[in-house]
């Protein structure tokens, strides 16, 4: 089928090229009534703008690219439809790109690939550091997310992760649980986040007297439910004793309920358990998740303010933004 034209919308409305080039760019001296008119023929015919063509008149796409390390992980697949929300809302498209972590996907995020497709990119790096960022980023609007790289001249986004499983441990311990463990750590994590997740658990300890036991830090082999079921269950057999589990993720968490339910361990009378991201499935657990729930929408919309201004020419320093975050409080750890 042939491709739909301006000039096509143009006579369909009944008005000049110009008319509907307006509309299209959503300028604001364009009456409502012959707004509707052109936006109609455009429905009608299926009109989409060439996105070079709109380049070459504009600087701008229209467009930005999402690159994000898993497309299927509750968090992210959350975070990407509230992304894709604020966007229409803000009149860009999204393309979305998985990394899967992987080195050379996340390179090409900030190399040749978006060249002259997107007018920004937010990027959730795993693999890349610092100053591969730094030596990488010269051109396309960039806004970071996450905990592994934080440029000086690159704007980020984040929650503060120390403090958010410093909550979830002092809520943990404000019902009487002593003996609490942290699921899980990886031999491979290459993210900054299970690292600040440990030590917000390891202050909270501390700051309640609790002595640091090695034995209640459990590994687990990858970031699946599954390895959280063998993580804990390895342990039960081991004979570790604990009364409370805080999970870096909800994906462990769900495995740790499982495995005490296979273990005929009563949460939370015997064990509590608080999981993190609050993703949807939290409230479809048996009993229901206790999470840390990271502000999923500040930080779209920090991410896209952030982005906007760069897109505009803000050329400065970066800026890095401290959302917030809560525990959202259900059955597997109640409050006391």
């Given at each position: 089928?042939?491709?739909?034209?301006?000039?096509?919308?143009?006579?369909?409305?009944?008005v000049?090229?110009?008319?509907v080039?307006?509309?299209v760019?959503?300028?604001?001296?364009?009456?409502?009534?012959?707004?509707?008119?052109?936006?109609?023929?455009?429905?009608?015919?299926?009109?989409?703008?060439?996105?070079?063509?709109?380049?070459?008149?504009?600087?701008?796409?229209?467009?930005?690219?999402?690159?994000?390390?898993?497309?299927?992980?509750?968090?992210?697949?959350?975070?990407?439809?509230?992304?894709?929300?604020?966007?229409?809302?803000?009149?860009?498209?999204?393309?979305?790109?998985?990394?899967?972590?992987?080195?050379?996907?996340?390179r090409?995020?900030?190399?040749?690939?978006?060249?002259?497709?997107?007018?920004?990119?937010?990027?959730?790096?795993?693999?890349?550091?610092?100053?591969?960022?730094?030596?990488?980023?010269?051109g396309?609007?960039?806004?970071?997310?996450?905990?592994?790289?934080?440029?000086?001249?690159?704007?980020?986004?984040?929650i503060?992760?120390?403090?958010?499983?410093?909550?979830?441990?002092?809520h943990?311990?404000?019902?009487?649980?002593?003996?609490?463990?942290?699921?899980?750590?990886?031999?491979?994590?290459?993210?900054?986040?299970?690292?600040?997740r440990?030590?917000?658990?390891?202050?909270?300890?501390?700051?309640?007297?609790?002595?640091?036991?090695?034995?209640?830090?459990?590994?687990?082999?990858?970031?699946?439910?599954e390895?959280?079921?063998?993580?804990?269950?390895?342990?039960?057999?081991?004979?570790?004793?604990?009364?409370?589990?805080?999970?870096r993720?909800?994906?462990?968490?769900?495995?740790?309920?499982?495995?005490?339910?296979?273990?005929?361990?009563?949460?939370?009378?015997?064990?509590?358990?608080?999981?993190?991201?609050?993703?949807?499935?939290?409230?479809?657990?048996?009993?229901?998740?206790?999470?840390v729930s990271?502000?999923?929408?500040?930080?779209?919309?920090?991410?896209?303010?952030?982005?906007?201004?760069r897109?505009?020419?803000?050329r400065?320093?970066?800026?890095?933004?401290?959302?917030?975050?809560?525990?959202?409080?259900?059955?597997?750890?109640?409050?006391?």
């Amino acid at each position: 089928m042939a491709r739909v034209r301006l000039i096509d919308v143009a006579e369909l409305a009944g008005v000049s090229m110009k008319t509907v080039s307006n509309v299209v760019h959503d300028y604001p001296h364009v009456a409502p009534a012959l707004r509707s008119r052109v936006q109609s023929a455009i429905d009608q015919l299926g009109y989409r703008p060439n996105l070079t063509a709109r380049r070459l008149a504009t600087g701008r796409t229209g467009m930005v690219a999402l690159a994000i390390p898993e497309i299927d992980h509750p968090y992210f697949s959350e975070l990407s439809r509230h992304i894709a929300e604020e966007a229409t809302r803000r009149g860009y498209r999204v393309l979305i790109e998985q990394t899967l972590s992987d080195p050379t996907a996340e390179r090409a995020v900030l190399g040749d690939r978006e060249a002259g497709l997107v007018d920004g990119v937010i990027f959730h790096p795993v693999q890349m550091e610092t100053l591969d960022i730094a030596k990488l980023d010269a051109g396309t609007p960039l806004v970071l997310l996450g905990e592994a790289a934080m440029p000086v001249m690159t704007d980020h986004v984040m929650i503060d992760n120390v403090q958010a499983a410093l909550d979830a441990t002092r809520h943990l311990l404000s019902s009487g649980r002593r003996r609490i463990a942290f699921l899980a750590v990886t031999a491979d994590d290459i993210t900054g986040s299970t690292s600040q997740r440990l030590l917000g658990y390891q202050q909270g300890l501390l700051e309640a007297g609790v002595r640091l036991d090695p034995a209640l830090v459990l590994e687990a082999t990858e970031f699946t439910a599954e390895a959280g079921v063998r993580a804990v269950t390895e342990a039960i057999v081991r004979g570790v004793e604990f009364d409370g589990v805080m999970c870096r993720d909800d994906r462990f968490a769900i495995g740790a309920l499982k495995a005490l339910q296979a273990a005929a361990r009563s949460v939370p009378a015997d064990v509590a358990v608080v999981g993190w991201d609050n993703t949807a499935l939290a409230s479809y657990t048996s009993p229901t998740l206790t999470s840390v729930s990271p502000d999923k929408a500040a930080i779209v919309v920090a991410a896209f303010d952030l982005l906007e201004e760069r897109i505009a020419g803000y050329r400065g320093v970066g800026r890095h933004v401290v959302v917030g975050h809560s525990l959202v409080v259900r059955e597997s750890a109640p409050g006391h």
